[in-house]
């Protein structure tokens, strides 16, 4: 059939490029309710759904079912020519319509008849039919809708529809609902995850982006998929640092013509004004917003602006109200706009302070009296709180403001001095704090004598700690303590902010100096009651710090007990990119990649990246060996290689020597896994020299002293030279015992196994190797024994079977595929599984419910297709490597030993439907 060159276009999908990024996870959840009859695709522009139902498209039709496609403009939603469309489509499908019935006009009533016409020509077409409207937000014709209802009403097993629109169809869907006969895809499902922005990025020949781009393209666009083609455009001609990348993405024309040509020309003068208005806030909810643009209908506006998905998502608050924010990107466009058509912000900001005034809500008054640029409001506002504040959310602003205003403005407001510096030195502007504290100083502005010299030391600890200066954090503290300001609470008194700073600080030096036990009990103690039961940010990172004593103390397990119930809090209470919930996160990524949760640990690096460029120097370390490590994996040693030396270069040019051995030292590991070790020796002098130069009377000197002496032992053993290995390991052990790290000391006992193994000393090294077993069995150190246990399977099972039934499971849980069980000469002792009804191996019945990643649950799916391991990865798009630490973990958490074992409990709890 010859079809007119305007409709032909209207009837095809469009084309899926090569670079086209699959999504599978989407497009598996389509493909489970395929037996569906309304399959719904609602989002704003560029969120992916005309590429979602393409691919979709494309899969149907290989599986043998008839897809038609209508894609529609506008002035294509009146009757008369959404039938030509769709008579046209079911004519390429092979489906024809009597004519005369497909005639109608404008003012025809007979959609009813019409319809009837439609569903008798489908009802007599074998097979399954799927019709695909793509843009149905340009229907607004009663009688075109009227005549899609009767299709979605119509009792045809075999007609699917699906409808992609900008806008929720103004269909009825009760019935359909309450038969669960409708599969909906949202903006937040559509939005790519960290792994599709990766695979988007790798299938693009002409972007050329290292592979730390993805997750700041991630992080800029939130995921949103034209924002990452437009982003991964502007980076790629420009190639930004971490600091520029989002400027430089919010900076681009092609971006600002997109918004301004899909979303902003289709408003309404009204609803533009409103939203410009109303976009100078971070987060608002129908009152404020009506306070701030003085609309009195700002429900209705939201309403609408819902309605049409632009850009407006969620916010969960505990107050009871709908909160809402703008996607950051559109935020940012919004403000160029707002700046070019001359709406002054600054009156904006004044009412959102005191509509939060009124309400108690004192930070995000000072965020907006702030920027209102009023200093009297903001001076009153610093007179009714105690510096630092309950929530810290707003200090980096704060800061910028105050810094911009200059010191001739602020010379007869010493409380803003005092705060500015807390401001500074909170949000990791340290040589800014430092300036400003030698104001207060010379100012007197902090109070009586002895409360400005508790603000002085304190400040003085906290920006030392910030920079790892151990030496000085150590002399303010000891200082402070003479003060005697840390005193046992009274019932009934207030709880003192700084009391949390100066509590955390303390746990963390006295971990640092090995005594762990002594910061827990000070935590626990009665004088630390009021930070124990504290909602504040500054109470929560002491608690968070209490989860980092543990992993200074190699405990994963118990890091990971505390960091869970700290982060929960600290997400529920001040939001995911808070500083106590980022200070937990960078814990929690610590623990969850020693306890071979890499998916987890990555994706809570990736999603706190930015803001730990404020954290202290010791938590960018830690976030940096467990990145790098994890990029090895995930990646290639050569690109872990090229990004620790760049952490080294970011830790020299602080001068934060511990972090410059230990990423030397990472970087020495990699090299000698490929057998270069005269580069590694090339290393070893340079961490030699930061040893003799690094002063003993640091408190941080032992672990520098055990970077170096562990390094030179690797290095002499991939040399050859066992004995001269024990004698650097020897070196070792005093600074290890120092530290009390288990981890460490369970290092050291994997290293000594392989010196006294290449010695023929087997006995000694399996003494040393059911140490060594025994601690990561106990610390939860299960990314320790895998890699230092690399090589070592025969004794390291040797070992186990010597340990007990506990270390056996143990050890045949994380080490997955191994050699021939008797060429290592032992035997796996039987590890009793209940039988099921199948008779295989299963859970017991009062087993709970396993609960499993996302990434879990995919691979798990992808098993019961009978997938080979291969097939899983490139499904995927990930690596072999990472199917199989899933599939371990999922072993695990299922109590099984074999994949067919796993997809029968999986089958069980329904794991494979989810």
């Given at each position: 059939?010859?079809?007119?060159s305007?409709?032909l ?57 008839r ?13 008369p ?10 004519g ?22 019409l ?36 299709m ?87 190639f ?76 969960e ?8 924010r ?62 630092p ?53 010379q ?12 603000h002085?030391?304190l ?9 790892d ?42 971990s640092?100096?090995g ?16 930070t124990r ?16 004593v ?5 405990d ?51 999603h ?61 590991r ?19 020299e ?26 002499l053993?991939?040399?050859?030279l ?9 070196a ?17 006992d ?10 023929g ?24 024994l ?6 070592l ?54 087993m ?32 072999v ?11 695990v ?22």
């Amino acid at each position: 059939m010859s079809l007119p060159s305007r409709i032909l276009p209207k009837i095809v999908p469009p084309r899926l490029g090569s670079g086209t990024t699959i999504r599978q996870r989407l497009i598996g959840k389509l493909h489970a309710a395929g037996d569906r009859k309304l399959f719904l695709l609602t989002a704003g522009a560029g969120f992916g759904k005309t590429t979602l139902m393409a691919q979709w498209h494309h899969h149907l039709e290989q599986a043998g079912a008839r897809v038609l496609w209508v894609t529609l403009a506008a002035g294509d939603g009146t009757l008369p020519k959404f039938c030509a469309v769709l008579e046209s489509a079911l004519g390429r499908a092979g489906v024809s319509v009597a004519p005369a019935k497909m005639v109608t006009t404008e003012d025809s009533s007979d959609e009813f008849d019409l319809a009837a016409a439609l569903l008798d020509a489908l009802a007599q077409a074998p097979g399954e039919s799927y019709l695909m409207i793509d843009d149905f937000h340009h229907v607004g014709d009663p009688a075109t809708v009227g005549l899609v209802q009767a299709m979605a009403d119509a009792m045809l097993p075999g007609l699917h529809l699906v409808i992609a629109s900008r806008t929720k169809p103004a269909l009825r869907l009760g019935r359909l609902l309450a038969m669960e006969d409708v599969v909906a895809v949202d903006g937040a499902e559509l939005l790519f995850n960290l792994d599709e922005t990766e695979a988007f990025l790798k299938a693009r020949p002409d972007v050329r982006l290292g592979p730390e781009s993805a997750w700041q393209i991630h992080d800029i666009t939130d995921g949103w998929p034209v924002g990452v083609r437009l982003a991964s455009r502007a980076m790629c001609s420009q190639f930004p640092d971490g600091k520029t990348a989002r400027k430089c993405v919010c900076d681009s024309d092609n971006l600002d013509a997109y918004l301004s040509e899909e979303v902003i020309d289709e408003l309404s003068p009204e609803l533009l004004d409103f939203v410009l208005q109303v976009s100078v806030l971070r987060c608002f909810h129908a009152d404020l917003a009506a306070s701030v643009t003085g609309c009195a209908d700002a429900a209705g506006y939201l309403a609408e602006i819902l309605s049409q998905h632009m850009f407006l998502l969620p916010v969960e608050r505990r107050d009871g109200q709908r909160w809402y924010r703008f996607h950051p990107i559109f935020r940012t466009y919004l403000g160029k706009r707002r700046a070019s058509v001359g709406i002054d912000a600054r009156p904006l900001h004044y009412r959102a302070a005191h509509w939060f005034i009124q309400r108690g809500r004192f930070a995000e008054a000072m965020r907006s009296a702030v920027l209102s640029d009023d200093l009297g409001l903001v001076t009153q506002l610093v007179d009714r709180a105690l510096p630092p504040p309950h929530s810290l959310a707003q200090l980096g602003v704060f800061s910028r403001w105050l810094e911009s205003v200059g010191c001739e403005r602020l010379a007869g407001h010493p409380r803003l001095l005092s705060m500015g510096t807390w401001a500074c030195a909170l949000s990791g502007r340290h040589d800014l704090a430092e300036q400003w504290l030698r104001s207060v100083e010379q100012s007197g502005s902090t109070g009586t004598d002895a409360a400005a010299a508790r603000h002085v030391l304190l400040l003085r600890a906290l920006i030392a700690t910030h920079r790892d200066d151990g030496a000085a954090a150590l002399t303010a503290l000891t200082a402070l303590q003479a003060l005697q300001v840390l005193q046992t609470d009274e019932p009934g008194s207030t709880p003192d902010a700084l009391q949390d700073v100066e509590l955390a600080l303390r746990m963390r030096w006295l971990s640092v100096q090995g005594q762990h036990l002594r910061a827990r009990d000070l935590y626990h103690s009665p004088a630390a009651r009021s930070t124990r039961t504290g909602r504040g940010e500054l109470a929560l990172v002491a608690a968070a710090t209490v989860a980092g004593v543990a992993m200074r103390e190699g405990d994963a397990l118990e890091a990971e007990r505390i960091g869970a119930m700290v982060l929960r809090r600290a997400r529920t209470i001040h939001g995911d990119r808070s500083l106590c919930a980022v200070t937990c996160t960078a814990v929690m990524a610590q623990a969850w990649y020693e306890l071979d949760r890499v998916d987890e640990a990555r994706e809570a690096l990736l999603h706190c990246r930015t803001a730990l460029r404020a954290a202290s120097a010791d938590l960018r370390l830690r976030a940096a060996q467990v990145f790098g490590r994890i990029m090895s994996l995930r990646e290639s040693p050569q690109d872990a290689l090229a990004y620790f030396t760049r952490a080294e270069v970011h830790f020299r040019a602080i001068g934060a020597h511990r972090g410059v051995a230990c990423m030397l030292a990472e970087q020495q590991r990699i090299v000698l896994s490929y057998g270069d070790w005269r580069h590694a020796r090339s290393m070893q002098t340079a961490l030699d020299e930061i040893a003799s130069t690094h002063a003993d009377t640091d408190p941080q000197f032992a672990e520098v002293g055990a970077v170096v002496a562990m390094s030179r032992t690797r290095l002499l053993l991939a040399m050859g030279l066992a004995r001269e290995a024990l004698i650097a390991l020897d070196a070792a052990r005093p600074f290890i015992g120092a530290m009390s790290n288990g981890r460490l000391l369970a290092v050291s006992d994997f290293l000594q196994t392989r010196a006294l193994e290449a010695l023929g000393r087997r006995a000694e090294a399996h003494a040393c190797m059911q140490s060594a077993l025994a601690a990561c069995y106990r610390l939860g150190l299960h990314r320790t024994l895998i890699e230092e246990g690399e090589g070592l399977h025969g004794i390291l099972l040797r070992a186990g079977v010597g340990g007990g039934a506990a270390l056996v499971e143990y050890v045949r849980g994380l080490m997955g595929e191994c050699p021939v069980l008797e060429s290592a000469g032992v035997t796996w002792p039987p590890i009793p599984i209940e039988s099921n009804d199948e008779g295989v191996g299963g859970p017991k019945d009062d087993m709970p419910v396993p609960v499993l990643t996302r990434r879990e649950l995919e691979v798990i799916a992808l098993l019961e297709q009978s997938m080979s391991n291969k097939r899983i990865a490139l499904t995927l798009n990930i690596s072999v490597q990472t199917v199989k630490w899933n599939l371990k973990n999922i072993f695990v958490k299922l109590q099984v030993t074999s994949r067919y074992e796993a997809i029968i409990v999986a089958r069980k709890f329904a794991l494979c439907e989810r």
